[in-house]
């Protein structure tokens, strides 16, 4: 009887200190900048002082900011949402791509052949294409579903084909149409980012460039795009104009553990930092809602988890969505929270047990009662 309260109780205090855990997250997310706060000089911003970007670009503390937390249970299915069709992404490798380190992430501008056909009310053409990471020890994606981030995540920059360019498009309410897809780590090398990554030497220094033959974009982007959740949001990085219409696979993409460290390692901010840790902290909802391509399913159907092979040759569990460095961190404090207050009850349940004993015996040894040793009764027939 005691031991079943005692074991539900303690599951109430583990369950109610990890889901005060989960929302703890949110704000040590947000905290994740400012450890050396610079001062931002008028037109310059980075990502360690987040915070400092809307004294300088005032939409960035508007109330459709992206990225956001996606809330995988609060999505709303709708049914309507049309289907996304690309053309053009499949590209020649006689026509010749510049890709960017501009300090800030790495870029590889696209030509305008490149379209989505279908999934908004108007073409949508394509500009550019980018990416957001963390570090080797912390994964980077700027969305993330159900508080946790991806390693990677990939963002394809479209406008809307009524307007002439994309500097004119992008302070446009109907401006924008970004495709976002997380990267996770997976066993193999992925061929197609290789064709990226294989430059990435190349464009080290920040502001360098470089040119790189054309291929198949589409191959960047996860299998199926079927399944995406959709929300109005803003551009990442200042001026953080709200005008883009935001689409999240729900497919991901996985490359190679030494892929993805490459991205972490190569590329540098100024003279000698290196750039790394370039995602915004998710934003506030307000009154926005997420919509879904898709009905939700039970979680047993998710992503799985990717394991790669050790150096030793052993397999272990991949730096993926399930392990972040961060709710790792939050949640080992909630753990931590737990085990002591676990501790301390079970003392002070142990005492009182003790203690209530010792009274029956005196009771029992008073009464003089020799028929029958009541005290070998199970414990679980006793009202103590
Ligand atoms: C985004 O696209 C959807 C689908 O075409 C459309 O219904 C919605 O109004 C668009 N959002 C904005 C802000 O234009
Ligand atoms: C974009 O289009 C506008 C309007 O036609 C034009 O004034 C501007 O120079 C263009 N910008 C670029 C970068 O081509
Ligand atoms: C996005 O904004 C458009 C235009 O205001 C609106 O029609 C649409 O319903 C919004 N979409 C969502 C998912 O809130
Ligand atoms: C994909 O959708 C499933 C079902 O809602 C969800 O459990 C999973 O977290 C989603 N993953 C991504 C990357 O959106
Ligand atoms: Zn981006």
Redesign the pocket.
């Known amino acids: 009887m005691l031991g079943k309260l005692f074991l539900f109780i303690l599951f109430q205090i583990l369950a109610s200190s990890s889901s005060s855990s989960e929302e703890d997250e949110s704000s040590s997310e947000s905290g994740n900048k400012g450890e050396h706060p610079k001062s931002s000089s008028h037109g310059h911003w980075n990502y360690l002082d987040q915070d400092a970007w809307s004294s300088d670009f005032q939409h960035c503390s508007g109330q459709s900011q992206s990225p956001i937390n996606i809330a995988t249970r609060q999505a709303i299915f709708d049914p309507q949402l049309p289907e996304i069709k690309l053309e053009g992404y499949d590209l020649s490798d006689s026509e010749l791509l510049k890709l960017v380190n501009n300090g800030h992430t790495l870029q590889l501008n696209l030509p305008d052949t490149m379209r989505i056909v279908s999934g908004f009310d108007n073409i949508f053409l394509a500009a550019q294409l980018h990416f957001h990471w963390g570090t080797i020890e912390a994964p980077g994606s700027e969305h993330t579903i159900d508080n946790v981030h991806f390693p990677a995540e990939i963002h394809v920059v479209h406008y809307n084909s009524k307007y002439h360019n994309i500097s004119e498009a992008a302070s446009k309410l109907d401006g924008l149409a970004v495709l976002g897809a997380f990267i996770g780590i997976g066993l193999h090398e992925n061929e197609n980012y290789e064709k990226i990554l294989s430059s990435l030497m190349d464009v080290s220094r920040e502001e360098s460039d470089t040119e790189i033959p054309g291929f198949n974009v589409r191959n960047l982007l996860p299998n199926k795009l079927a399944k995406f959740y959709?929300?109005?949001g803003s551009l990442t990085t200042p001026p953080c104009y709200q005008t883009v219409n935001w689409t999240i696979f729900n497919d991901t993409i996985t490359v190679s553990r030494k892929q993805l460290a490459s991205l972490e390692d190569t590329l540098k901010a100024g003279l000698d930092q290196h750039l790394t840790k370039n995602f915004r902290a998710p934003q506030l909802l307000y009154n926005?809602?997420v919509?879904s391509s898709f009905r939700a399913e039970p979680s047993s159907t998710g992503p799985q988890i990717p394991s790669y092979p050790d150096s030793d040759g052993q397999s272990k569990k991949g730096r993926t969505i399930n392990e972040p460095a961060y709710s790792k961190e939050v949640l080992s404090r909630g753990d931590i929270l737990a085990i002591v207050f676990g501790a301390l009850f079970t003392v002070t349940l142990l005492s009182f047990m003790i203690y209530a004993c010792q009274q029956r015996k005196k009771t029992l040894s008073l009464k003089k009662d020799t028929r029958q040793n009541v005290i070998y009764k199970p414990a679980t027939k006793e009202e103590v």
Do not use: A, E, L, W
Request: charged share 35%; no cysteine; aromatic share 16%.
């Open positions: 959709r929300y109005n926005r809602q919509m």
